[in-house]
Nanobody
Framework: QVQLVESGGGLVQAGGSLRLSCAAS???????MGWFRQAPGKERDFVAA????????YYADSVKGRFTISRDNAKNTVYLQMNSLKPEDTAVYYC???????????????????WGQGTQVTVSS
């Protein structure tokens, strides 16, 4: 079991920045951590992922160069630094954990085992 708690969402103007945090706890270790987002009336989309060991990162094309995913092993926390935010980034952002040793399909939500409750990010124009 893995428990995930996101924080850091909020309201920001276009061009601004936010940093999301996802604190993981529980008896099972994560192998991959990901961030997904879901806007009203749309499907849940991949944003970024990071391998817990080694730190390799993966991004959706829509956020490359603007968002950075990172982790703090000591705190068991994953971060999503979001810069140059756009109104189209508005969504509920979810943290996800994969505990199975599978190192493909980072952008596929069904390959993740645990999810946080989500945090709202609203970007005004």
């Amino acid at each position: 079991q893995v428990q995930l708690v996101e924080s850091g969402g909020g309201l920001v103007q276009a061009g601004g920045s936010l940093r999301l945090s996802c604190a993981a706890s529980g008896r099972t270790s994560s192998v991959v951590m990901g961030w997904f987002r879901q806007a009203p009336g749309k499907e849940r989309d991949f944003v970024a992922a990071i391998r817990w060991n080694g730190g390799s990162t993966y991004y959706a094309d829509s956020v490359k160069g603007r968002f950075t995913i990172s982790r703090d092993n000591a705190k068991n926390t994953v971060y999503l630094q979001m810069n140059s935010l756009k109104p189209e980034d508005t969504a509920v952002y979810y943290c996800a954990s994969r505990v199975v040793f599978y190192y493909k399909e980072y952008d596929v939500s069904t390959t993740y085992d645990y999810w946080g409750q989500g945090t709202q990010v609203t970007v005004s124009s």
